[in-house]
């Protein structure tokens, strides 16, 4: 997914605390420096600031980088001339999103097929307990009062 002009990622959004690949196909790319470097932070204030050099190939300089905490992913480009690109003073700045923790495994266990059945399994049993308290709670009282009817059908009727 290219988000800018001769950047692109291999996902379509960032996400914290997730690695990510970024290929640069910029002004280096094109002048042939012989190395590029990706200078990045995160959040306004560019926390953790980094360098990593890209690795040359033929989709453009890249390299893959853990996303760190912040609302905000922030680099620019250096060759080896100390040269910059940094989208004319502006530097690239791109969101990224919270981790979702809804239906996170937190056990030590490597994510699996198995593990990935389990927690299919466990939501769905979740799903019939509250389903089951649901009913207990609407038809319990009703039932104990005297109040409920069941429904009939044509047949019971005509029978």
Request: glycine share 6%; proline share 2%.
């Amino acid at each position: 997914m290219e988000l800018k002009k001769n950047i692109f990622f291999n996902t379509d959004k960032l996400v914290e605390n997730s690695k990510v690949k970024i290929s640069y196909t910029g002004e280096f790319f094109q002048d042939s420096s012989t190395e590029v470097f990706i200078h990045y932070g995160f959040g306004e204030n560019w926390d953790n600031v980094n360098d990593i050099k890209m690795e040359k190939t033929e989709l453009g300089y890249q390299a893959e980088i853990e996303l760190g905490e912040g609302e905000l992913f922030n680099f620019c480009f250096r060759n080896n001339e100390n040269k910059w690109d940094n989208n004319n003073g502006q530097n690239y700045v791109f969101p990224i999103e919270k981790m979702q923790t809804e239906l996170l495994v937190l056990d030590d266990e490597p994510t699996s097929i198995g593990s990935a059945r389990r927690l299919r399994r466990t939501y769905l049993w979740s799903k019939k307990i509250r389903l089951a308290v649901y009913k207990i709670i609407t038809y319990l009282p009703k039932i104990i009062s005297g109040n409920y009817k069941r429904k009939t059908s044509n047949n019971d009727i005509n029978g």
